[in-house]
C-alpha cells in the first residue's frame, strides 16, 4: 500500500521536497482560512456552521465572476471575501440564527438544507460542469527557483495573505473592542445585552467574517483548482478534521493542524496516493485518543 | 397598602413601574408591582430573600420579562423590551452575582461597558472611573475573574458607570461581603448619589440604606406592601418586624 521507494526518492530530492512542500502549503492555507472561520464560529456562537463549505464555493465562484468581468484578481479576491460574509450575515440572521442553543441534529438539518439550495443555485447560475480561472494575469510571471523545485510567485502570494489575515483574526478577536465583546458576549450574553449593546448584531458580524474567510479561501483556490457545485462538502470535511486536531475555538491550533494536513497530502500523494484521507483520519484519531481537546485547543477562544 | 406619606412621588419622576407582573415558568413571581422613582433620589427596595427584589430589578432592566404592566422611563414605555434597548434609554443594571467578565482584564470590562449616555453626555470615563476607584486602577490588567467578591462589585458597578445611566439599579451591592467592605460600597453610593444619579437600590438589610436612600418601599411574596421614606420605615416597627429580617 505505501510506496516506499517513490517515498524515499522524493524526501531525497531537494526539488520534489520543495515541490511537495509548497503544495501542501496551500492546501494548508486554504483548509486554515476556512477552519479558522469554523473555529471562531464554534468559539463564540457554540454553533457548528455545518455549511460553511458553501461559503468557500460561494466566494470562489463570485471571485471567478468578476474576474472574468473586470480582469482583476484582487478585486475578484475582495469581492468573493466580501461576497461570502455578506451571504453568512443573511445565513446567520434568517436562519441559522433561529436553530442556537437547540440540539444538534436541528443544526445539522437545516444546514444541510442550505447545502443543497446553494449547490442547485449555483447550478442554475454558473452550470453543472467545471470551472477553470487559471492564474491570473497578475500573477503569470516565471516560476521562482528554490533549492532546485520551483515555486509559483500565486502560491507565495496565496500563503502570504493567509498568514496576514490569519494573524488579524487573532488580532481582531483578542485586542479589539469588537473582539472583546464578542467574547464576552460568548459567555455571557445577557450581561453584555444589559450594558447597552445590541448582542445580535455583534453575532452575525462575527458569523458574516468566519464566512468571509471561507469566501477569501475560495477566492484564492479558484485560480489553482478547478470550480463545481459541490466543491464545499470536501473542503467542509477537511476543515473539520482541521478544526477537530487543532482544538475547537483555537485559530493558531486551526493553523498548525492544517499544515500537518496539507503536508500530509502532498508527501502522501507521492508516498501512499490511496490512503491520503484514510491517513489524515487516523491522525485526527491520534488526536482525538491521546489529546481530546485538541493540540491547542482549551474548548472556546481565549 | 400601608405608610404615611409617600416620599418619592415629591419632584419629578424619572422611572415608573406600574401593575408588573412576572413569571418565571409556570411560577408567579411579582404580582402588581408599583414603583415611582424620583429623580436625583435614591429609593430602597427592601424585602427578605426571595421576596420579589432581584425580579423586580431583572423585570426593569430587561432581563426578564413582564407578561402585564407597564415600566416607564422619562416617559418611554420600556417594557418588554430588550436588555441593550433598556440600558441604551439609560438604565444601568448592576446584577446581585456581581457577572464579571472573568476572562477579560479589569480594564476590557470597562471597556465593554463603555457607552455615551442618552442626551450624549460622556461623564465617565476610563480616567475618572479610575480617580472614583483607585484599586480598579491598581488592578487594570489583572483578570476579572481573579478578583475578590468587594473588588469584582466595585468592577461591576464601575462597568454600568461607564455607561452613562440616568438610572442605576443596584442589586444587593452589600450582599456575601465582609462588613468593611460593605462600608465602602455604602460610601461610593453616597458619592454616586452627589452625582445626581437616580438610584434604585434592592437591599435585604435596611440598616446598609439609612443614609444612603431617602425613599424606602418594601417587598413582600412580590408584593409592594409598604411605601414611604426611610426616615418613616426604620419608625415603623410593625412593617420592619413584619416584612424584614432585622
Known amino acids: 500500500m505505501i510506496d516506499f521507494d517513490a517515498l524515499a526518492a522524493c524526501l531525497s530530492t531537494s526539488a520534489c521536497l520543495v515541490n511537495q512542500a509548497t503544495s501542501g502549503l496551500i492546501i494548508g492555507m486554504l483548509l486554515f482560512l476556512v477552519a479558522s472561520g469554523v473555529t471562531l464560529i464554534f468559539g463564540v456562537l457554540h454553533v457548528i456552521n455545518f455549511a460553511h463549505g458553501s461559503f468557500y464555493m460561494i466566494g470562489a465562484y ?12 484582487f478585486l475578484a479576491a475582495l469581492v468573493g471575501a466580501v461576497g461570502a460574509g455578506i451571504c453568512g450575515i443573511l445565513f446567520e440572521r434568517l436562519i441559522i440564527s433561529r436553530v442556537y442553543g437547540q440540539n444538534l441534529l436541528m443544526q445539522l438539518l437545516v444546514c444541510y438544507a442550505f447545502i443543497l439550495i446553494v449547490d442547485d443555485l449555483v447550478k442554475i447560475i454558473w452550470g453543472a460542469e467545471y470551472l477553470a480561472m487559471g492564474i491570473p494575469a497578475e500573477f503569470r510571471l516565471p516560476p521562482l527557483r528554490f533549492a532546485g523545485g520551483f515555486v509559483p510567485p500565486f502560491y507565495l502570494f496565496l500563503v502570504g495573505i493567509a498568514v496576514f489575515i490569519g494573524v488579524g483574526s487573532v488580532l481582531l478577536v483578542t485586542k479589539t473592542r469588537f473582539g472583546k465583546i464578542v467574547r464576552a458576549a460568548a459567555l455571557n450574553a445577557p450581561m453584555v445585552s444589559a450594558l447597552g449593546i445590541r448582542v445580535n448584531v455583534y453575532f452575525a458580524l462575527l458569523f458574516g467574517f468566519g464566512c468571509a474567510l471561507a469566501g477569501v ?5 479558484a485560480p489553482v483548482r478547478s470550480l463545481t457545485p459541490g466543491m464545499g462538502l470536501g473542503i467542509l470535511v477537511e476543515s473539520f478534521i482541521v478544526t477537530v486536531i487543532g482544538g475547537m475555538g483555537s485559530i493558531p491550533g486551526a493553523f498548525l493542524a492544517a499544515i500537518i494536513l496539507g503536508l500530509t497530502r502532498s508527501i502522501g500523494s507521492v508516498g501512499f496516493p490511496l490512503f491520503v484521507d484514510g491517513a489524515m483520519f487516523m491522525i485526527m484519531a491520534l488526536v482525538l485518543i491521546f489529546r481530546p481537546t485538541g493540540l491547542l485547543g482549551q474548548g472556546a477562544v481565549r | 397598602m400601608t405608610g404615611g406619606t409617600n416620599g418619592s412621588t415629591a419632584g419629578d419622576v424619572i422611572l415608573k413601574v406600574e401593575g408588573i407582573d412576572v413569571f418565571y415558568g409556570a411560577s408567579k413571581i411579582l404580582f402588581g408591582v408599583d414603583l ?4 436625583g433620589r435614591t429609593l430602597a427596595l427592601l424585602g427578605r ?17 413582564p407578561r402585564k404592566g407597564s415600566i ?16 441604551r434609554a439609560g438604565i444601568g443594571y448592576v446584577p446581585e452575582d456581581r457577572q464579571v467578565f472573568t476572562m477579560h482584564s479589569v480594564e476590557d470590562n470597562l471597556l465593554i461597558g463603555m457607552k455615551k449616555g442618552i442626551r450624549g453626555q460622556e461623564d465617565w470615563t476610563l480616567e475618572r472611573v479610575y480617580d472614583t476607584f ?7 490588567d489583572r483578570r476579572a475573574g481573579l478578583m475578590s467578591g468587594g473588588e469584582q462589585q466595585m468592577l461591576t458597578i464601575a462597568r454600568t458607570l461607564m455607561g452613562n445611566p440616568d438610572v442605576l ?3 444587593e451591592p452589600s450582599e456575601g461581603l465582609a462588613p468593611i467592605i460593605v462600608q465602602a460600597i455604602g460610601d461610593l453610593i453616597r458619592t454616586l448619589r452627589e452625582t445626581g444619579v437616580t438610584i434604585v437600590l434592592a437591599e435585604q438589610n435596611m440598616h446598609f440604606c439609612l443614609g444612603i436612600s431617602e425613599d424606602a418601599a418594601v417587598i413582600d411574596k412580590g408584593h409592594i406592601v409598604y411605601r414611604d421614606t426611610i426616615a418613616g420605615l426604620r419608625a415603623n416597627e410593625e412593617v420592619t418586624k413584619r416584612y424584614l429580617a432585622i
Not at chain 1, 479561501?217 to 483556490?221: P, Q, Y
Not at chain 2, 426571595?50 to 431583572?58: H, I, L, P, Y
Not at chain 2, 483607585?134 to 487594570?140: C, D, E
Open chain 2, 49 to 65: 430573600n426571595g421576596a420579589g427584589k432581584s425580579t423586580t430589578m431583572k423585570a426593569i432592566a430587561g432581563i426578564a420579562r
Open chain 2, 169 to 171: 439599579l443596584l442589586d
Open chain 2, 36 to 39: 415611582e422613582v424620583g429623580r
Open chain 2, 134 to 140: 483607585p484599586i480598579l486602577a491598581r488592578m487594570k
Open chain 1, 217 to 221: 479561501a475560495g477566492a484564492l483556490a
Open chain 2, 72 to 87: 416607564t422611563m422619562e416617559g418611554q414605555n420600556l417594557a418588554g423590551e430588550r436588555p441593550d434597548i433598556i440600558a
Open chain 1, 62 to 73: 463570485f471571485a471567478y465572476t468578476t474576474y472574468v468581468l473586470t480582469g482583476n484578481y
